[in-house]
C-alpha cells in the first residue's frame, strides 16, 4: 500500500531543518485544458509539491486533471480531500487528514471507517495526518463544511497540545491551516511554539500571499508551505513565493 517515498522526503526536510513549496489545486479553480501549462509552470519554479483538494470540490475530474499534470510533471502530488469522494488512485499519496482541532466525530474518525476499505485498496501512499484549523479572521469553507471550531489565533499553547497529541497518537504529519483565503495567515509565534516542540513534519497554509511571509514561516519552523489563492489570482507570483523557501 505505502512506499514511503514522500514521507521520506518531508521527514528528511524536517531532520535538516529545510522548507519545502506546495501548491495547493483547487480542482474547481483550474479546467483540464490549463493543466498542462500549469504543470510546466511548477516544474519551471521547482515547485516541491502539489496538493490537489478542498473542503468543497464540485469538479468530478479530479483524477482526469491529476493525469494530465502528471504526464507533464515529476512533482509528486499529494490529495488534500475534504471528504472520500475526492480520493483517487491517480496520485501519489493521500494527506489522511484527521481533524484534530475540531470535536466532530464524523471528521476524526468516522469518514476514516466508512471509506477504509477504498482508501486501503487505491495503492496511495498514506500520510497519517493531524490536521488543525486555526482561526484567520474570516469564516472559510473548511470551519463551516466541518462544523467545528477553529483554534484562537494567539493560542499557540492550545496548537502545541493539540500537535502534541496527534504526535503522541502516531500522526506522520502535522498541517496547520488557517483556511483557504484566509485573512490573516497563522502567526510566526504559533508556528515557532509548535515547530520547535515536536518531532515530525510542519506543513502550514491558508492566507499566505507574499514572499516574506513564505520565508519567515520558514525561519519559524514550517517544513512546507502551502499557498493556493494567491496564485489563483495571480501566477505570476509562483517564482518569487517558491524561491522564498529555498535557503
Ligand atoms: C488551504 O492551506 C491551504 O487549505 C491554502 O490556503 O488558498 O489561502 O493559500 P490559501
Not at 464524523?106 to 485498496?121: D, K, N, T, Y
Not at 502551502?226 to 529555498?246: F, I, P, R, S, Y
Request: net charge negative; with cysteine.
Amino acid at each position: 500500500m505505502s512506499t514511503g517515498i514522500v514521507l521520506s522526503q518531508l521527514q528528511i526536510l524536517k531532520k535538516n531543518s529545510k522548507h519545502a513549496f506546495a501548491v495547493l489545486v483547487d480542482p474547481d479553480k483550474i479546467a483540464p485544458n490549463k493543466m498542462e501549462l500549469f504543470a510546466k509552470q511548477c516544474n519551471e519554479a521547482k515547485v516541491d509539491f502539489i496538493f490537489f483538494g478542498g473542503s468543497l470540490v464540485l469538479n468530478h475530474e479530479i483524477g482526469l486533471c491529476i493525469n494530465i499534470f502528471k504526464q507533464n510533471s515529476n512533482i509528486p502530488v499529494l490529495l488534500f480531500p475534504g471528504s472520500p469522494a475526492q480520493v483517487t488512485p491517480e496520485a501519489d499519496a493521500l494527506l489522511y487528514l484527521s481533524l484534530l482541532s475540531g470535536r466532530n466525530a464524523e471528521l476524526l474518525i468516522g469518514q476514516h471507517v466508512v471509506s477504509a476499505p477504498m482508501v486501503r485498496s487505491s495503492g496511495l501512499e498514506i500520510l497519517s495526518t493531524g490536521y488543525l484549523v486555526i482561526d484567520g479572521g474570516v469564516p472559510t469553507t473548511v470551519s463551516y463544511i466541518s462544523h467545528a471550531q477553529p483554534i484562537p489565533a494567539n493560542k499557540a499553547d492550545i496548537a502545541l497540545c493539540t500537535a502534541w497529541a496527534g504526535e503522541m497518537q502516531g500522526k506522520h504529519l502535522i498541517y496547520m491551516d488557517a483556511g483557504s483565503g484566509a485573512q490573516t495567515p497563522i502567526s510566526t509565534e504559533m508556528i515557532e511554539k509548535v515547530s520547535n516542540n515536536i518531532t515530525i513534519p510542519l506543513i502550514v497554509g491558508g492566507g499566505i500571499r507574499t514572499p516574506k511571509k513564505v520565508h519567515d514561516n520558514c525561519i519559524a519552523g514550517a517544513n512546507v508551505i502551502v499557498v493556493g489563492n494567491a496564485l489563483e489570482t495571480d501566477m505570476g507570483l509562483l517564482q518569487e513565493l517558491c524561491a522564498a523557501t529555498k535557503f
